[in-house]
């Protein structure tokens, strides 16, 4: 149980356009989903947390008006990168975390989606 | 505020070698959890184990086992017998009470192993 999946896994956009990335969580209703974003031989690094019905918590330094949240369902996250530019291309990561009661505190993470920017 | 420190930024070891890998919270909550994820050339991040903070016992999974120590604020992983599909970074986080899921994550240590 607990699996969540991302889509698409891997794209290659030109500058300028706009790329949409998905994450659901497959067999458990997530209130809360997180957005990560890592470096070649980095951390990850927490870009926001989306809960679900309300608006994205951006960490500090992310634009929110670069990389749109929404959290339309239980299940579902999507992160929106604007106009994209070479310097966004990454490897983004979402996770969910379990609906309330769990007696841990767990995120389940996506297998990640590589954005490649030209 | 809390904290997690991996201070070992690569490790090379040799195949069948045993290796721990580091590391090192802080945090002022008394109810927190502590995990280990493994992260292959692929990226997926591969969950490994789970802690809270009430439980010290000492776990063994194969050829994983995990040393947790609340006086020293540690939670090392060794590998024993290691082999060359346990190359990969390795991540260890911390998260604070239930309810509140963000997770501290280290910078993570890179282990090579080599044939």
């Known amino acids: 149980g607990a699996v969540v999946s991302q889509h698409p896994s891997w794209v290659i956009c030109k500058s300028g356009t706009s790329v949409k990335i998905e994450c659901r969580s497959l067999d458990f209703q997530a209130t809360t989903m997180f957005w990560y974003r890592q470096f070649p031989k980095q951390s990850l690094m927490l870009m926001a947390t989306s809960n679900e019905g309300s608006k994205a918590t951006y960490e500090q330094g992310v634009e929110k008006d670069k990389f749109l949240i929404n959290h339309a369902s239980l299940t579902l996250s999507t992160l929106t990168v604007t106009s994209a530019h070479p310097e966004d291309s990454s490897f983004y990561i979402c996770?969910?975390?379990?609906?309330?009661?769990?007696?841990?505190?767990?995120?389940?993470f996506g297998p990640g989606t590589r954005l490649t920017v030209l | 505020a809390q904290k997690v420190t991996q201070a070992q930024t690569e490790i090379s070891v040799v195949e069948k070698e045993d290796v721990t890998l580091d590391c090192v919270y802080e945090?002022?909550?008394?109810?927190?959890?502590l995990f280990w994820y493994k992260q292959p050339p692929s990226g997926e991040l591969v969950f490994l184990i789970r802690r809270n903070s009430f439980d010290e016992q000492n776990e063994i999974s194969g050829r994983y086992s995990w040393n947790f120590q609340k006086s020293t604020s540690s939670f090392n992983f060794t590998i024993t017998a290691s082999q060359v599909v346990d190359s990969a970074v390795y991540f260890c986080a911390l998260s604070g009470p239930s309810g509140t899921y963000k997770y501290i994550f280290g910078t993570g240590t890179r282990l090579k192993v080599l044939a």
């Open positions: 945090t002022r909550d008394t109810t927190y959890y």
């Open positions: 996770s969910a975390g379990s609906l309330g009661g769990s007696s841990y505190n767990e995120q389940f």
